[in-house]
DNA sequence: GTCTATAGACCGATAGAC
DNA sequence: GTCTATCGGTCTATAGAC
């Protein structure tokens, strides 16, 4: 068995050329939309040139899901995370999730809201069967067995809020700690849940 | 004195031209997002050709200007209307207020969104004075007097939760009526108002 | 106020050398 | 995996006739 550099290699990540081109789309699709940003711009962000994106992504399609589905698999994670938090204690699956999300999206403020409301990725997810999965997920952490129709509704909401917040401009002035205590109190409250 | 068109005349609107631009911009824009919205497109949407769109904006940018600045005109007037609905009763101006921007959001669901959440439109008002002072009066007429930095939060969120629920895959099958009704339910809840 | 025509830059995408 | 070079097409913006 040969020793050297193999795809298993915890010191040499296995693609860094593909994750630092989904790193600097996000960042220029947060800035300039979509639809703004060129593959030009994208390469020049890394450094090379727009031969070296395609020889990882064979269309600007593909490289816009694959910054899309990196956002998910984080939202997956956090999911993760609430639930290994609240193991067993039914109550506070709830709140976990809510610190979570919150957490989430503060600490990625400039990247999320435009990502998850730019047009284009909109229509590519609109039914995507993961992001829904997701979404159903979140829905019953947050409102336990009780889960419905309407229930998905407020969550979408909830998230809607949440996500389109941290970028308002009515909240821009303040820091990341003062805003992720009113978030997680004001979401609380819409779920009627003791802060 | 001349009886035939003049600029005051109700029977020709003025300048028919410009407001079917900005209509059809507004249109594109929620459709493809700022960047993704090119000049061609919306000349062809309103059926000339790309040179008679400049011969009334000069460039791109003051488009968008125009398109954003109406769009604010719009929010400005439901803000007049719902202090008028309320006049003298202090407590039902938080009520007029929900209604009459639920009301706007819903009307125009497939516009406000979009337009609301576009980076390139984001980064042009995010400091813009009249913006500010419009979402702060909006901020006073639904939290009264106890305004502050924490109820600017909810203000933000709400605004979010209606402007990103309203084209939310979850909520695009709701018929008019119905999403008002459980808009104004889920806003007066977010500020801890009675249903 | 609308048109045709065009300039010059940039777009997404590909070919082929190293 | 990165490069140079290039394709055909579209972009913003302008010039000038009607």
Same mark, same amino acid.
């Given at each position: 068995?040969?020793?050297?550099?193999?795809?298993? %290699?915890?010191?040499?990540?296995? @693609?860094?050329? $593909?994750?630092?081109?989904?790193?600097?789309?996000?960042?220029?699709?947060?800035?300039?939309?979509?639809?703004?940003?060129?593959? &030009?711009?994208?390469?020049?962000?890394?450094?090379?040139? +727009?031969?070296?994106? *395609?020889? &990882? *992504?064979?269309? +600007?399609?593909?490289?816009?899901?694959?910054?899309? #589905?990196?956002?998910?698999?984080?939202?997956?994670?956090?999911?993760?995370?609430?639930?290994?938090?609240?193991?067993? @204690?039914?109550? #506070?699956?709830?709140?976990?999730?809510?610190? @979570?999300?919150?957490?989430?999206?503060?600490?990625?403020?400039? $990247?999320?809201?435009?990502?998850?409301?730019? !047009?284009?990725? =909109?229509?590519? *997810?609109?039914? %995507?069967?993961?992001?829904? =999965?997701?979404?159903?997920?979140?829905?019953?952490?947050?409102? =336990?067995?009780?889960?419905? !129709?309407?229930? +998905?509704?407020?969550?979408?909401?909830?998230?809607?809020?949440?996500? =389109?917040?941290?970028?308002?401009?009515?909240?821009?002035? $303040? %820091? #990341? %700690?003062?805003?992720?205590? *009113?978030?997680?109190?004001?979401?609380? @409250?819409?779920?009627?849940? !003791?802060?």
């Amino acid at each position: 068995m040969s020793r050297g550099r193999t795809l298993a %290699d915890p010191a040499t990540p296995p @693609r860094p050329a $593909q994750s630092r081109i989904i790193d600097a789309a996000l960042e220029l699709f947060a800035e300039h939309g979509v639809g703004g940003t060129s593959l &030009q711009m994208i390469a020049e962000e890394i450094g090379v040139t +727009k031969a070296a994106v *395609y020889h &990882q *992504y064979r269309t +600007k399609a593909e490289i816009v899901r694959a910054v899309a #589905d990196a956002e998910l698999d984080r939202l997956e994670s956090v999911l993760d995370e609430a639930e290994a938090d609240a193991a067993g @204690r039914a109550g #506070d699956a709830a709140a976990a999730a809510v610190a @979570r999300v919150v957490d989430l999206a503060v600490e990625r403020r400039r $990247q999320v809201s435009t990502l998850l409301n730019d !047009p284009v990725i =909109g229509r590519l *997810y609109a039914r %995507d069967a993961r992001l829904l =999965g997701v979404l159903d997920r979140l829905d019953r952490l947050l409102v =336990g067995p009780g889960a419905g !129709p309407e229930s +998905k509704v407020a969550t979408a909401m909830l998230v809607a809020a949440i996500s =389109g917040a941290v970028m308002h401009p009515l909240v821009a002035g $303040q %820091d #990341d %700690d003062t805003l992720r205590t *009113y978030l997680v109190r004001i979401a609380l @409250r819409f779920l009627d849940l !003791p802060a």
